[in-house]
């Protein structure tokens, strides 16, 4: 086994070891544990079945992100300096502590069958789809999609340490896939769109550095099937902390921005600024690009704009006209 997982994550090339994947698995499944609460609850209130989404979210959540670990094999992630499970013990303790104060909800029994999908799975109208009045939302649900993956990915590998000289990650396109399949498989089962988390990047910032990271996760998932009561006691006092430090770390890409270049920096601005006002980082980008173009057309540097760029015009400006 050890030898396999050698050869399929490559863990000596990338100065790691299964117990280091272990841990970072462990703590980006203990960072993202909140889905199990806050997923199944939203869908509840537009008339789902809550349990039987429980089940259908974990599903989905193990089979896409197996398939970007076999595919990529890369956690998005790095830990730079900081002392192995370290925020596993902080999100631990804070539950705990959180126990008297309130804070953190004990649950009546530890264990929980989980919910068959039948009634769920490929309940679809195919037809009733085909409705050209669907047209505005599938831009408005494909623009967040698209842009929270492109950001997440290159957030989280300029951290890791993934992007080459001109700031573009190698194999990028293999996400991409691996995102856009999981978020068609998903609508089989009934489910908002799969993107990728944000939240992995805990595991990198623990140790986690292949594939074997998530591969962990997904298995921590598969066994809060049955500890469902246990996974949600974790509450968003806990995990919430841990984020905004990761965020702070993400904002050293910063300083590869080319601030003398006005028509870069600029739009890097626009894109901080609505992302944080907006609490949306598809809204950032979307706002950022228009920006970069109108940019680089004024200063003179037309030849620097790739005809995807004038399509990328086009689609953040028809997004934001679907949300007037």
Known sequence: ??????????LSSYGTNVKTELLAGLTTFVTMAYVLATVPSLLGNAGLDRNVMFTAMILLIILTTCAMAFYTNRPFALAPGLVPGGMIFAILITTVI??????????SSPFSLPAGIGSQF?????????DFAYIPFLIALFIPDFFSTFGTVLGVGAKAGYLDEDGNLPGIDKCFKVD????SFGALFGMPSMTTYLESSAGVEAGGKTGLTVIFTSIFFALSLFLSP?????????????????????LSSMSKIHYEDLTEAVPAFICIAFTIFANNIANGICAAIPAYFIMKIAAGKVKELSPVMYIMVAVCLLYFYTLI
């Open 180 to 183: 856009a399949i999981a978020t």
């Open 98 to 107: 959180g126990i008297p104060f309130g804070v953190t909800e004990l649950p």
């Open 122 to 130: 490929m309940n679809i109208d195919f037809i009733g789809a085909l």
């Open 1 to 10: 086994m050890k030898k396999w997982l050698e050869k399929q994550f490559q």
């Open 230 to 250: 246990l996974a949600l006691i974790i509450p968003s006092a806990a995990t919430g902390p841990i984020l905004i430090f990761i965020g702070i770390n993400m």
